[in-house]
Each structure stands twice: as C-alpha cells, then as structure tokens.
C-alpha cells in the first residue's frame, strides 16, 4: 500500500519506517550486488553496490542503505566514488554531489537523488571501518523511496561488513648482520600485515635463540619505524623472544 505520515520526513524518521512497514515487498524495479574489500577487523572497508535499474529514479528519490552492522565509524558525510556518484548528494538543501550521510545510530547510510537516473547500471562505493571484534550479520538491506513508494530490490543483498578475520602477517621476514661468535648481531625485521595495529598491540618476535645478551634487557630499536614501538623491546633470552609494544599515539596500518 502506500506509505504516508513519518515517510515525508528526512533522516532516521524513514530509516525506521522502513522497518516497521508491513506491506513493503520488492517490486523488481531493480537489482543489488553488493562486496567488501576486506573482512579483516578494526580495518578501513570498501562496500561496492552495484546497481541495475529497469526504471528511471527521479530527482528527490532517496536511497537507503540499511541494517550496517555495528562499525567505528561516526556519523559523518561520506565521500562516494564509481560511476553512479554523480547522481547522489547527501543533502537537497546543500548540494554536495557525490556524498551521502552515515547515521551512526540507524545504522543507515542515506543519499538523495539530485540527477536522474535512467534505465541503466551504476555503481557506487563508500568506506567505513570494520568492527574491532569478529562479527558475522545478515544482508544489507537497500531501498530506494520515491515519493511516497518503496521500491525494493529484485533478489537479497548478498551479507557484507562479515569482519571475520584478525590481524596476521601477510610478509615477515628476518635478516641478521653477521654469524661470527661473540660478535654484536644487528638483526633487521620486515613484516607487512593485512589490516591496522592500534596503539598498545604486543608483537613477539621469536626464534632468536642462543644470544648471550641479558634476559629482561631493552634493546635500542633502529630503523624508519623505531618510534612506533617507543623505541624499545623486551628481550627475553631463555625463550629467545622479543616484545614490541605499538606506543600510545601510533598505529600500523
């Protein structure tokens, strides 16, 4: 049926709406692919829409992105990219083309139509950052409201925002100045990993085994990212293993 009343208004008003009307269904009017770049928590996630419409949306139609699982990502305008941005701004008031608004509390991303879009496929792509904790939820859900009718996908929006995966090295890679007896080893350590180190992450290096430097000494760190860990490690020597600390302030990304 038609929807009235709360559906006029902007904001979370009609986010909620959406949610607490039983006759919404899908009318086929269109068609969802959703992805993410990454399912790593606490990391910066691309979701991609990919969008087919079989109907013109136009001027003042809103989209909304909802059910985005809990993140670490304020309210805040959000910057699209891909080649359905154009058609989007976050606002009617104030024309900003190429944005749409995260509302933290609903859960909703929402933009609205500010240039016509014809029959065709666009895609546009928005970024928040994953929770910090592994967290699996079901589909997005995506609507489109014009004027007072809510056009709903053809077929569900494949899940997104599954931050399923923790931090692990993608690259590590340990390198040792010299193997002569007795002699002062400087050890360098590449490592490269697959999403952020926030302040107070605990790294062990292990394996270096047979020293005859102290157990519970600092070692001096060198190197272009020696500030990150405060400039110090822990060394252990029964279990041959090196403690780094990321220093308040800092973060490996």
Not at 109 to 115: A, D, F, I, W
Not at 188 to 194: D, H, I, L, P
Request: no cysteine.
């Amino acid at each position: 049926g038609a929807l009235t009343g709360a559906l006029a208004t902007e904001g979370l008003s009609v986010a909620a709406a959406l949610h607490t009307v039983a006759e919404i269904r899908p009318l086929g009017v269109f068609s969802v692919e959703a992805s993410e770049s990454t399912q790593v928590q606490g990391a910066f996630n691309t979701i991609t829409l990919k969008m087919l419409f079989t109907a013109t949306v136009p001027v003042g139609s809103r989209l909304f992105v909802s059910d985005i699982p809990p993140n670490q990502s304020p309210s805040d305008t959000l910057f699209l990219s891909g080649s359905g941005k154009s058609h989007f701004s976050y606002s009617t008031d104030v024309l900003l083309p190429g944005s749409a608004f995260w509302y933290e509390s609903g859960r909703t991303v929402l933009m609205t139509v500010v240039r016509e879009i014809p029959p065709t496929q666009i895609t546009i792509q928005f970024v928040l950052r994953n929770n910090a904790q592994a967290q699996t939820y079901p589909p997005l859900t995506v609507y489109v409201l014009d004027g007072v009718i809510v056009h709903g996908p053809s077929s569900p929006v494949v899940p997104t925002f599954n931050a399923r995966t923790g931090v692990v090295f993608e690259h590590a890679l340990l390198v040792e100045g010299t193997r002569s007896v007795g002699a002062v080893n400087p050890i360098s350590a590449v490592f490269r990993a697959n999403g952020p180190m926030p302040a107070g992450t605990v790294l062990h290096i292990a394996g270096l085994l047979g020293s005859e430097t102290n157990s519970s000494a600092e070692l001096e760190l060198f190197g272009q990212q020696a500030a990150t860990f405060g400039g110090r490690g822990v060394w252990d020597a029964a279990a041959g293993t090196l403690r780094l600390t990321v220093s308040g302030g800092s973060k490996i990304t």
